[in-house]
């Protein structure tokens, strides 16, 4: 059987190591010093070095002649670790020895000396999947493990890992390796290999691992066993089915041109080709960062390609540097949780942008200059504008024109959503009403819903039986005195009663105070009238109607 590209070419010397250097150079001048520390902690990204270094260190220190801290590979310990066969050296899987019990057995064992060489070397691998009780049983071993014995731990999810761990540990955090640095490591590995690789196909491979040297040399193995020399970056995209490169980019084309017919063409064509929403989604998303940057002279290389970096910095004079931001949040932002419907969710996405004209005011934003455009051709009579429970917009009910409505109030919009305010009406043009507040009533009760950490007001008032608006005052008057006092013993805090009163300003565009009083006999017998009883009433009401005149049933 073969041996896969990545364990063939594991590392044999801490020079071998890529994109670790500050990590190996430390290394190196503790062993040639002889400052060895009796436990270490490495941490990073899968597919980065750990464990190839751990092993690296161990032969280092059991090296017979070492050169400047690094081993021979030569001497009959460090060919016995290179072989697996070393009692020197124990490697445990952190993930099926978890339990206490398996630790327990480590402390008793550790005790033992080694056989061939100086030290006797515990690697534990992914050592944070370990129970707290096996952190705990591991403790007094790692603080104070014999002096032949040294441990390391390799973990990919240092945040899993007890401080009181790391604490006794010398910790060296392990980097993304560069794709510069990995490109070079697969070219030389080619060449070892007698293959034949394009540069493209091995640039494309070193960004796809994701800063891992160990999923790319998996890459690249997958990639020689399918296709036959020169190996393509035609030939990746194939293997891997990756989206071509030119359907995003002339979906950004169309796009930029507010085109939605053709951007919707493209993006269907490449569905029906059976590709994936995501990577379109993610090939989106990069295509926008670079231009971003194009936009920002902040990138001088065309590292996406010739043709690739032409095409964007022509788009990048028809693009606005607010309309990328917008699109790029847009894009950023979209979750595809139903896979059934993610290109739906891109098309949505895509289809808004094209249609909806961005500006400063948008970005981060619903659309501000849209909004007001909307706002200056309604009339708050004929229509109630709709807004948060915190937000109150007020519709005075005795405006009876759109050009009157627009000299009274004046409407803006705000920036965070595109709500409409209306400034408080002045006292003197003001005939405050009951129907002002019935309008508005359950607005009001959603905006008490909670009142300087209480909830109690919004609930309250739900029992009010009846409310008069008397010159500077509100009267709620209740059935019930228990009500009547809960209602006043929530009112003694001034700050509640603040709350209480700045909303009802809102509403009535008047300052007014509050009194809570109980309903006499005949005040609850009588019938409320039609803008208290018919609900049907209220929302004729909060829709702009008034009530002219109210006339009782014949019976």
């Known amino acids: 059987m073969s041996e896969v590209l990545y364990r063939k070419w594991r590392p044999n010397h801490l020079t071998d190591v890529v994109g670790q250097e500050h990590v190996t150079r430390i290394l190196e001048a503790a062993i040639s010093t002889g400052r060895i520390a009796h436990a270490y902690l490495f941490c990073g990204p899968r597919g980065t070095g750990k464990t190839s270094t751990a092993r690296i260190l161990a032969k280092a220190l059991n090296c017979m002649s070492p050169i400047e801290g690094d081993p021979d590979n030569e001497c009959e310990v460090c060919l016995a670790i290179n072989e697996g066969r070393s009692l020197d050296l124990v490697e445990i899987d952190g993930a099926s020895n978890r339990r206490i019990n398996d630790i327990r057995d480590l402390s008793e064992k550790i005790h033992y000396g080694p056989t061939?060489?100086?030290?006797?070397?515990?690697?534990?691998?992914?050592?944070?999947?370990?129970?707290?009780?096996?952190?705990?049983?591991?403790?007094?071993?790692?603080?104070?493990?014999?002096?032949?014995?040294?441990?390391?731990?390799?973990?990919?999810?240092?945040?899993?890992?007890?401080?009181?761990?790391?604490?006794?540990?010398?910790?060296?955090?392990?980097r993304r390796i560069p794709i510069a640095a990995i490109k070079e490591k697969l070219t030389r590995l080619c060449v070892s290999e007698g293959v034949k690789v394009d540069p493209e196909a091995l640039e494309f491979i070193a960004r796809r691992s994701g800063g891992s040297l160990r999923d790319s040399e998996n890459l690249l193995d997958q990639a020689i066993v399918t296709f036959e020399e020169p190996i393509t970056l035609s030939d990746l995209n194939d293997l891997f089915n990756v989206v071509d490169q030119s359907l995003p980019l002339q979906l950004l084309e169309s796009i930029s041109k507010k085109d939605v017919i053709n951007s919707v063409e493209v993006l269907g064509r490449f569905v029906e080709n059976g590709g994936d929403i995501r990577q379109m989604h993610g090939a989106l998303i990069d295509l926008l960062r670079t231009l971003v940057l194009i936009k920002s002279d902040a990138i001088n290389s065309d590292e996406d390609g010739e043709e690739v970096d032409s095409r964007l910095r022509l788009m990048a004079s028809g693009f606005d540097l607010v309309e990328v931001f917008g699109l790029m949040k847009t894009l950023v932002n979209l979750e595809f949780n139903n896979s059934l419907y993610s290109d739906i969710i891109l098309e949505m996405a895509i289809i808004e942008t094209c249609t909806v004209k961005a500006s400063a005011e948008s970005f981060g934003s619903n659309k501000a200059e849209t909004q007001t455009s909307k706002v200056k051709d309604v009339a708050p009579v004929s229509r109630r504008v709709a807004g948060p429970p915190d937000r109150l917009s007020v519709a005075p009910s005795n405006i009876t024109s759109a050009t009157s409505s627009k000299e009274r109030v004046k409407q803006k919009v705000d920036s965070a959503g595109g709500i409409i305010d209306r400034e408080p009406i002045s006292k003197?043009?003001?005939?405050?009403?009951?129907?002002?507040?019935?309008?508005?009533?359950?607005?009001?009760?959603?905006?008490?819903r909670q009142t300087v950490n209480r909830f109690n007001i919004g609930a309250l008032l739900r029992g009010c039986h009846e409310r008069k608006l008397e010159e500077d005052r509100v009267f709620f008057m209740f059935r019930y005195g228990s009500h009547v006092e809960r209602m006043k013993s929530e009112l003694s805090d001034p700050n509640v009663k603040k709350g209480l009163e700045d909303a009802l300003e809102s509403v009535l565009g008047k300052k007014m105070g509050v009194e809570i009083k109980l309903a006499d006999d005949d005040s609850v017998r009588r019938s409320k009238p039609a803008s208290q009883r018919s609900h049907l009433v209220r929302a004729a009401q909060a829709m702009g109607a008034r009530i002219i005149q109210e006339k009782e049933k014949s019976r």
């Not at 005939?431 to 009001?444: A, F, T």
Request: aromatic share 8%; charged share 25%; with cysteine.
């Open 428 to 448: 003197d043009d003001a005939s405050v009403e009951s129907s002002d507040l019935d309008i508005h009533w359950n607005r009001l009760l959603q905006s008490l």
């Open 116 to 174: 061939e060489g100086k030290y006797k070397v515990y690697i534990i691998d992914e050592v944070h999947m370990l129970t707290t009780e096996a952190f705990n049983a591991l403790l007094k071993t790692l603080e104070e493990p014999p002096d032949h014995a040294i441990i390391i731990l390799a973990t990919t999810d240092i945040h899993k890992v007890p401080l009181t761990i790391i604490s006794r540990c010398q910790r060296f955090d392990f």
